[in-house]
């Protein structure tokens, strides 16, 4: 019996709190005798410290102690070699953490920073991606495990035969995560016992790396992360910060908060590598794909392959008889690259979304009705039915929405005074996956029940999203129940990650409510607690393995400045395909969140490195532009009511990256119409417009 919660909009749960600023971050606890902590960031790209000099430091007022790699605890190394912090004497990249200064004031610990002396041996070093580097490299596999390379047909023989071609190569900066709360922890032992407040998008992974790094059993180790000011992928594992904190906690055996600054964002957590890649697309008169192949080039670090899933996308999107994928790597003396939201599709989508733009153009074919007679019903890369596979909805209902119907395909054909208006299209998709979880539900004797889960809401609307399911799986009203989440002494369950949180924790939550209405149903005894907790490893692990993806089409408005090549987004929509849809308040929020973080994509965001010093050289929100609400005119997400059985039992499809792919393309192909000017590298800034086409 629903209650018909799922699919109620409702406000977050913890709404009030945050915006009164009650709600507490993991650095706002307060904590009996607590100390502060300032990392250290290396000042060369590549080589040794020979000397630390910490007398200066150690005299000023308030500091407790400096750590580095000459007196920091020992920890045990772990797969994240990047973790290993403060062991020895080798830098890696630049800005790698090389110490710690802890004093009984934020103040007095950064200024401790400022008088800590390091001696380097530095090394020459390369820290620029190029596509005839000399270290490019084919990896086993790329992220999370798939095939690094795929071919089906004959690529070169479909391409060559076919009368239309497209052959365009795509490139995309390094792009920082600047989520508002920075990686932060709070940190603590007592009794052997570690506790830690840490801003991350699990706790459960979290508190297996340290009870690793440490040589604790995991029950030692607690990990809370109640509320998390945004992750997008950066806080997706444990990070510097939760080591350093633990590290000076146990070696000044007081508490300790430390939290990055917003400069120490750019570079160290990890960012979304660049790339380099080359679309080629031919098709017949009508359109017709007859082969694609996409080969991306991007960067890793020495110490760890990460290699970003780039040319995955397109192993999936568009049906064609001939297709090719390769991935190549190069390891640069810079900080492992990480996930950034949409892993692998979203800069993928920048380029074949661009290339399906210039084949429609080359065919003489609308962009829409072009993928359109490109869909795929069977998956072009595993063969198998789709689950369900809504791209064309999207496509037909987004057009119609966007007033798609009465546009003029020539390119700088609308103008407005200065403004060259033009519109763009692009298609969207990204995995529906679950994970393994476990969830506990109990009933009370006054008739509420509480639902406890280790899930984190990073901002999402997870916990609000979780209490609705709770409360219809347990039949009741949502006012009865209680959610508790964000606890590594919770019920274990996976990360805020890769759009799987709420099919992969509802998932629990509705098979613990189920064991306890069983229980419940066989008859408690009055005036006590009943609970019963789930585990879906096997049911999860069981599921038969047919492609299953999540679908949308962005529509785009711009005009440019035919004087300056200034760009403005006049409006954006994007009608989505996601399953079912929890929460219409927060999943809304998601989707125009993403759209808005992939028009930053296009027009903003930009890491600039300079090879002479290895490193960013705009590391703060004043220098690495970031779309702000003034550059968002107009902006709707819709959805399909999709039902599709055979995902998991909310039937949801995930909402937290389906939004960011496909956005720059369709902001680039708008500017494309507007201007005539095909931007193949992003961000698009007015100095490439101007001095590409003199526009005006
Ligand atoms: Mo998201 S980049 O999968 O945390």
């Known amino acids: 019996m629903s209650t018909g919660a799922v699919g109620r909009a409702h406000p977050r ?5 945050k915006v009164t600023g009650t709600a507490r971050y993991a650095v706002e606890y307060p904590v009996d005798g607590v100390t502060y902590g300032w990392a250290v960031p290396a000042a060369v790209v590549r080589g040794r410290i020979t000397r630390v000099d910490t007398d200066e430091a150690l005299a000023s007022p308030g500091v407790l102690a400096v750590l580095h790699h000459g007196n920091a605890p020992r920890i045990a190394p772990g797969p994240q070699p990047e973790l290993w912090l403060l062991q020895e004497p080798a ?57 690094t390379d795929t071919a089906e047909g004959d690529f070169d023989a479909g391409y060559a035969a076919a009368p239309v071609r497209v052959d365009a190569t795509y490139r995309t900066p390094a792009y920082h995560n600047n989520p508002m709360e920075p990686h932060a922890t709070t940190a603590r032992w007592h009794d052997g016992r570690l506790l830690v ?63 990055l600054t917003r400069q120490q964002l750019f570079g160290p957590i990890g960012y979304r590598t660049p790339s380099i890649q080359r679309v080629r697309l031919a098709a017949d008169t009508d359109g017709r794909l007859t082969a694609v192949c996409h080969d991306a080039i991007s960067q890793t670090s020495t110490v760890r392959e990460f290699a970003e899933q780039i040319a995955v996308y397109t192993r999936s999107m568009y049906a064609a008889p001939h297709q090719r994928t390769t991935h190549r790597l190069v390891r640069l003396d810079v900080p492992t690259p990480f996930w950034m939201r949409a892993p692998g599709e979203c800069p993928g989508a920048y380029a074949l979304e661009s290339a399906m733009d210039e084949l429609a153009i080359a065919v003489g074919v609308d962009p829409v009705e072009l993928r359109i007679r490109n869909d795929a019903q069977v998956d072009p890369d595993q063969g198998e039915p789709f689950t369900s596979r809504n791209l ?15 546009r003029d395909p020539t390119p700088r054909a609308r103008r407005d005074g200065r403004w060259l208006i033009g519109t763009g299209v692009a298609g969207s998709s990204y995995p529906a996956r679950a994970r393994p979880s476990s969830a506990a539900a109990t009933a009370r ?14 901002g999402t609307g997870a916990r609000t ?7 219809d799986a347990l039949g009741v009203p949502p006012e009865r129940v209680e959610i508790r989440i964000g606890d590594s002494d919770l019920p274990v369950a996976p990360v805020a990650g890769g759009s799987m949180g709420t099919a992969s924790w509802s998932w629990a939550v509705i098979r613990a409510c189920e064991a306890l209405r069983g229980k419940l149903r066989d008859g408690a005894p009055p005036g006590t607690e009943v609970s019963a907790e789930a585990d879906t490893t096997d049911e999860v692990g069981g599921q038969p393995e047919r492609p299953r993806y999540a679908y949308g089409a962005q529509f785009v408005e711009v005009r440019v400045d035919a004087d300056t090549g200034e760009v403005r987004v006049n409006r954006m929509l994007g009608v989505f395909a996601a399953g079912r849809v929890v929460n219409p308040t927060t999943a809304r929020s998601q989707l125009i969140g993403g759209m808005t973080m992939g028009l930053s994509m296009a027009l903003h965001e930009e890491g600039l490195l300079d090879e002479r010093y290895g490193d960013w050289v705009n590391h703060d929100l004043a220098t690495y532009h970031i779309t702000g609400c003034a550059d968002v005119e107009a902006i709707e997400a819709y959805w399909l009511d999709e039902r599709d059985d055979e995902l998991n039992p909310a039937g949801v499809k995930g909402v937290g990256e389906i939004g960011i792919v496909g956005t720059a393309a369709a902001v680039a192909n708008a500017v494309h119409h507007a201007t005539g000017v095909r931007i193949r590298d992003l961000p698009i800034r007015l100095d490439k417009l101007v001095g590409v086409s003199g526009l005006a």
């Open 392 to 406: 064309v909805a999207c496509l037909r209902e987004g057009a119609q929405r966007f007033g798609w119907a009465q």
């Open 445 to 458: 004797p006054d008739g509420t029940f509480l639902v406890r889960i280790d899930a984190t809401d990073i």
């Open 197 to 259: 407040h840490d801003s991350t998008q699990g706790a459960a992974p979290v508190q297996t790396t340290l009870a690793e790094l440490f040589g604790l059993p995991q029950e030692s180790v607690r990990v809370i992360a109640e509320h998390v000011g945004g992750g997008f992928g950066s806080k997706g594992s444990a990070k510097a910060a939760v080591v350093l904190a633990a590290l000076a906690a146990r070696h000044v055996d007081r508490p300790v908060k430390l939290a």
């Open 13 to 17: 749960l913890e709404g009030r709190e």
């Open 91 to 147: 830098v890696n990249h630049r800005g790698q953490f090389v110490a710690v200064v802890v004093a009984t004031s934020l103040e007095a610990a950064r200024e401790g920073a400022r008088l800590v002396r390091i001696d380097y041996d530095a090394a020459p070093h390369s820290t620029v991606l190029t596509d005839d580097h000399p270290g490019l490299y084919r990896p086993e596999h790329v992220n999370p495990s798939y095939p």
């Open 465 to 471: 999203a979780l209490w609705q399911v709770a409360a």
